[in-house]
């Protein structure tokens, strides 16, 4: 009897046993846990056993080739795609997408220390009694702002909500007309005065407000008079707007405090950079007399996601001593990155932040060794600030540029790490300037496997 070719191939296919200690299949095991590859390497097996049946499979080769990477999107489209890391060469430092900022290596190298165990989060380790959650970063971001009291909460958002509750709930918040902004992911201003429950009084127009229509909306039910930095828009032209000190002035004047909505976390103003020029730090608003300051720990601070209050004492307590702050307290995750970026700006260290503006001839030679990695171009690009931050003021400098951009950047995408760029007139365009220098090597390795598959692809 003449050997049946395709029970020839059925009886090669491997034992599920044999594909599960496949590199994949052990990674996806640790994901998803062993019962469930094992019923999708299973599934898998007898598909391709029907299309070997139907005439209709590929070189064994390259079936048993493929089976991995379709068992794992298979359980990935079940069950999810883990959080992978990501290296990001958009050029935008704040990629909101992408995880805003990336904490500095030396503070997540720490982290899991103080994550496997318990922690003295709320203890004092001498008394041994309670302490506040809180006290260790409300000390540091009273020593970098100069502020008598501050709080931290689990977002900018949060903090402002906060606020708004306990000093302005049922009352008035006087604003002017162009600070009603769209932060962005649809955060508006005036919508989350309103679900916090405080009526906005708008003043001035789009373009101007003065002192005088802030002064004009004040009556017997002002409770806050609160001014916005849209970090994520400027005006210019014929426009005017009122300086903290100037509003802070007329607040102690009409006894109504002040809150400034700073937005991006900037606490000290540090290395005259033209990005940030007209944007006020925590430092300076405290110093101004604001009576409380608000921003965002994964911007500019370079920290976790998380909201910064600071200000007056009695404004910071009456916000901590509110019923709503135990909603918004941040985890042990949080306040130990925090606590660690503080820590940080305290010593003066450099933060991923800086990488933005590199030392010209260190930044040259990471793209020169690139480069010849990659058989890329060095041309000229805009990198940003982003997270709403200097939207109008690119920070130019060297770039990688790629022939090739979409395929190119799905297979980049689709690598190990992903690597994320952006392409432009037609070339896909990769910013070292996001990408941390330790990361350099496993980038150029990744986009260079990308290129490989391509020209396979392509025979
Ligand atoms: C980013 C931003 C917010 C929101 O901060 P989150 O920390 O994301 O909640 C609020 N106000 C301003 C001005 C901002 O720039």
Request: glycine share 10%.
């Amino acid at each position: 009897m003449a050997a049946d070719p395709q029970s020839d191939l059925l009886r090669e296919l491997p034992a599920v046993d044999a594909l599960l200690r496949d590199a994949d299949l052990v990674r996806a095991q640790e994901l998803y846990g062993r019962g469930l590859v094992r019923v999708q390497v299973r599934r898998e097996l007898d598909g391709l056993r029907e299309r070997i049946r139907a005439g209709d499979a590929g070189s064994l080769d390259e079936e048993l080739a493929a089976q991995p990477r379709r068992v794992v999107r298979a359980l990935e489209e079940e069950f999810g795609a883990p959080l992978r890391r990501v290296l990001n060469a958009t050029g935008i430092l704040l990629h909101t997408n992408l995880g805003r900022a990336p904490l500095p290596r030396a503070i997540a190298r720490r982290l899991p220390l103080l994550l496997d165990a318990y922690c003295d989060l709320e203890f004092d380790l001498d008394s041994g009694s309670r302490l506040d959650r809180n006290h260790r970063s409300a000390r540091l971001l009273e020593a970098l702002t100069g502020a008598p009291a501050a709080l931290v909460v689990n977002n900018n958002a949060a903090a402002m909500v906060l606020v708004l509750k306990a000093w302005a709930l049922g009352r008035e918040v006087v604003v002017s007309r162009g600070e009603l902004v769209e932060i962005g992911g649809s955060f508006r201003i005036p919508e989350l005065l309103e679900s916090a429950g405080v009526r906005l009084v708008e003043v001035g127009t789009t373009n101007r407000t003065t002192v005088a229509d802030y002064e004009g909306a004040i009556g017997p039910d002002t409770a806050l008079l609160l001014k916005v930095y849209p970090s994520n828009y400027r005006q210019s032209g014929y426009v005017a707007s009122v300086t903290p000190g100037d509003l802070v002035e007329l607040g102690r004047r009409r006894k109504v405090p002040v809150l400034v909505d700073e937005g991006s976390g900037l606490l000290r103003v540090g290395p005259e950079r033209e990005q940030l020029k007209g944007h006020p730090s925590l430092e300076q608003l405290v110093a101004a007399g604001c009576h409380l300051a608000c921003g965002s720990g994964d911007k500019l601070l370079g920290g976790p996601q998380a909201g910064i209050l600071v200000g007056e004492e009695v404004f910071v307590d009456r916000c901590r001593s509110h019923p709503l702050y135990r909603a918004l307290r941040p985890d042990r995750t949080v306040l130990a990155a925090l606590e660690g970026v503080l820590r940080l700006h305290l010593a003066g260290e450099a933060l991923p932040l800086d990488r933005l503006w590199p030392d010209p001839e260190s930044h040259r030679r990471r793209l020169e060794a690139a480069a010849a990695g990659l058989g890329a171009e060095i041309v000229t690009a805009d990198a940003f600030l982003g997270g709403g931050s200097a939207p109008d003021r690119p920070v130019s400098g060297q770039v990688l540029a790629l022939p090739d951009s979409a395929e190119l950047a799905a297979q980049m995408r689709a690598g190990t790490p992903p690597v994320v760029g952006y392409s432009k007139g037609g070339r896909m365009i990769l910013d070292l300037r996001t990408v941390d220098p330790e990361d350099d090597a496993s980038l150029i390795a990744a986009a260079a496997a990308a290129q490989r598959r391509i020209g396979q692809a392509r025979g």
